[in-house]
C-alpha cells in the first residue's frame, strides 16, 4: 500500500521521532511510505483567492513545498496525519496543510447524502488516518477532532478511517494500518 | 465595555466576514463612530497585538469563514495562543459563515468553539452561522439587504443586552440542512447548471474554462 505521513507537529521535527520510527515500522511491514514533517517545510496559509479553481484550476498560485505534498497525497492509498491536540483541536500546523487541500477538488457542487458538496477533480481519492499524540486525555477534544476530521475527509471525498492515539503500540498500529 | 473584533478571514478586508461584520458593528454603534478594534488574524506577523487586544477586552466576537470544515490555519494559531493566557468570564462570541447553503456544515465547528470557551473558562455567548455567503456580492439586492438587516439587528441587540439574540440566530442558520423540496430544488439548479453559475462564469472570465476538469498532480 502507498502511504502519506502527514507529521503535523509543531515543533521542527527534531524533537519528535513517532513518525519517522511509524514510517519505519510500515516500510519493514512491506508499504511505500513517504513522510512529510510540516514544520520543516515551507508552506504558506491559504489566501482565500480561489485562484486554483478559477485562474489556473487544480494548481495553487503559492510558491512553496505543497506541490510535492499534492503529489504524493493522490497518489496514495492511505493519507495517515499526526498531531497532538492544541486548544482542543490538530495544530495550527496541520490546519494550515489541510486548508491548502482546495486545488484537490473541484469548485462545481454536488449533492452528496442529501448535502452539498464539492465535486471530485481527481478519479481516485486516498483514505484518511489521523493519530493523535496522547498527551491530552480529554475525550471530548478526541471525540471532537474525529467528527471535524470526518467531515474532512467527506469533503476531499475521502473517508477517515483511521483514529488512534499514540497510547497504542507501535506494533499495533502498524498493524492496524496494514489491515486497511 | 470594550469590544475587540477579530476577522479570521484570509482575505482580510476584502471578504464576506467583512461584510457581515461591518453590518453587525453598524448595529452595534448606530450612527456613531466605531471605536472598536478590528483585528485581521491574516497577519501572523501581529500575534502578539491580537493575543494582548484579547487580553484586555471585556466582550470579543471572532468571525471566520469555514475553512475544510474548521477554522482557518491562521484563526486556530489565534485560538492556540489565547488559550495560553488566563481570561477566565471573558465574554467571547462567534460568527461561522460558509459558501455551503446548509447551516448543518458549521455545526461540529460550532461545537468546537462552545467546547474551548469551556476549557479556557470564557464566558460563552454563542456561534452565529450563516450559509450560502460565497457569492454574497452578487446576491439580488433584496436578499442582500435582508441578510445584512440580520447582521445588523444581531450588532443592535449585542449593544443592547450584551447578548447574541437566539432568535436572529435561529434565522440565520436556515436553511439547516435540505428538506425534500430544497434538495429537488438544488437538483434542478445543478441540472440546468445555475447551481454553479458563479463559478462558470468566474472560470470564463478568468480564461481558465478549458483547464476547469484539469488534474495536474494525477
Redesign the interface.
Known amino acids: 500500500m502507498k502511504i502519506t505521513i502527514v507529521d503535523g507537529s509543531p515543533h521542527k521535527v527534531t524533537d519528535n521521532y513517532f513518525t519517522s520510527n511509524l514510517a519505519s515500522a510500515l516500510i519493514d511491514k512491506g508499504h511505500h511510505v513517504s513522510l512529510f514533517k510540516a514544520k520543516n517545510m515551507k508552506i504558506n496559509y491559504c489566501t482565500g483567492c480561489w485562484s486554483c479553481w478559477w485562474k489556473s484550476p487544480g494548481i495553487c498560485m503559492h510558491t512553496d513545498d505543497m506541490p510535492q505534498l499534492y503529489g504524493s497525497y493522490i497518489s496514495s492509498d492511505l493519507v495517515i496525519h499526526y498531531s497532538p491536540i492544541i486548544a482542543g483541536f490538530v495544530s495550527s500546523v496541520l490546519k494550515t496543510v489541510n486548508d491548502r487541500s482546495i486545488p484537490l477538488v473541484h469548485p462545481y457542487m454536488a449533492l452528496v447524502n442529501g448535502e452539498c458538496h464539492h465535486c471530485s477533480r481527481y478519479k481516485k481519492y486516498p483514505l484518511l488516518g489521523l493519530i493523535i499524540d496522547s498527551e491530552n486525555d480529554d475525550s471530548d477534544d478526541l471525540e471532537l477532532t474525529k467528527d471535524l476530521y470526518a467531515r474532512f475527509a467527506l469533503n476531499l471525498k475521502s473517508e477517515l478511517k483511521y483514529f488512534e492515539t499514540t497510547k497504542k503500540p507501535m506494533e499495533e498500529l502498524c498493524n492496524e494500518i496494514s489491515s486497511i | 465595555m470594550k469590544l475587540a473584533v477579530f476577522n479570521g ?3 482580510r478586508t476584502n ?1 464576506n466576514s467583512t461584510l457581515l461584520i461591518t453590518q453587525f458593528l453598524n448595529g452595534y454603534y448606530g450612527n456613531n463612530t466605531y471605536y472598536s478594534d478590528i483585528h485581521y488574524l ?1 497577519e ?1 506577523t501581529k500575534n502578539e497585538e491580537h493575543t494582548k487586544a484579547f487580553e484586555i477586552a471585556d466582550n470579543v466576537i471572532v468571525i471566520f ?1 469555514l ?8 484563526v ?2 489565534f ?2 495562543n489565547i ?1 495560553q493566557i488566563k481570561a477566565v468570564g471573558k465574554r467571547v462570541g462567534f460568527i461561522v459563515q460558509s459558501g ?3 447551516a ?2 458549521s455545526v ?2 460550532q ?2 468553539l462552545e ?2 470557551a469551556k ?1 479556557c473558562q470564557w464566558n460563552y455567548l454563542g456561534t452565529v452561522i450563516r450559509g450560502g455567503v460565497e457569492g454574497i456580492q452578487m446576491f439580488p439586492k433584496p436578499i442582500q439587504k435582508r441578510l445584512f438587516h440580520h447582521f445588523y439587528c444581531l450588532g443592535k441587540v449585542f449593544c443592547e443586552s450584551g447578548k447574541l439574540d437566539k432568535k436572529i440566530i435561529v434565522k440565520l442558520a436556515q436553511p439547516y ?2 428538506g425534500f423540496l430544497r ?1 429537488n430544488f ?2 434542478m439548479m ?1 441540472k440546468t447548471g445555475l ?2 453559475f458563479y ?1 462558470k462564469m ?2 470564463k ?2 480564461n ?1 474554462w478549458d ?8
Open positions: 478571514s484570509p482575505r471578504s491574516a501572523t469563514p475553512y475544510t470544515d474548521a477554522m482557518p490555519g491562521q486556530k494559531l485560538f492556540e488559550a455551503f447553503p446548509e448543518y456544515h461540529f465547528v461545537r468546537y467546547k474551548l476549557t440542512r435540505f434538495r438544488f437538483k445543478i447551481a454553479n463559478w468566474k472560470l472570465e478568468n481558465a483547464k476547469r476538469f484539469a488534474a495536474p498532480y494525477a
